[in-house]
């Protein structure tokens, strides 16, 4: 499977953004789709999963402002990101898991999204 990412972009704080993986094929078999994010000299860290379009986890900094959907039909993932702060600026890469993958994090390229104050 590939991943491609869209819809990063620069926004003021407060504003908003949506975030789409676009899978190469159905995604209705992945246990796990989501994000993750990089800032400059961060570790890598979970904003959301899908889980098997049953539930979602999400990092506590991003509970009620980032809600993460599944589109089946389109293969899509997609992260709503409401009420943006400068902290949540960093490198989006969208990932997906399952048995497809032999349960290892297949990973698409990243996008940007800069928050200024």
């Known amino acids: 499977v590939q991943l491609q990412a869209s819809g990063g972009g620069s926004v003021q704080a407060g504003g908003s953004l949506r975030l789409s993986c676009a899978a190469s094929g159905s995604i209705s078999s992945f246990n796990f789709m989501g994000w993750y994010r990089q800032a400059p000299g961060q570790q890598r860290e979970l904003v959301a999963t899908d889980i098997s379009g049953g539930s979602a986890n999400y990092a506590d900094s991003v509970k009620g402002r980032f809600t993460i959907s599944r589109d089946n039909a389109k293969n899509t993932v997609n992260l709503q990101m409401n009420g943006l702060k400068p902290e949540d600026t960093a490198v989006y890469l969208c990932?997906?898991?399952?048995?497809?993958?032999?349960?290892?994090?297949?990973w698409g390229q990243g996008t940007q999204v800069t928050v200024s104050s």
């Open positions: 990932y997906v898991r399952g048995s497809r993958t032999g349960w290892k994090s297949v």
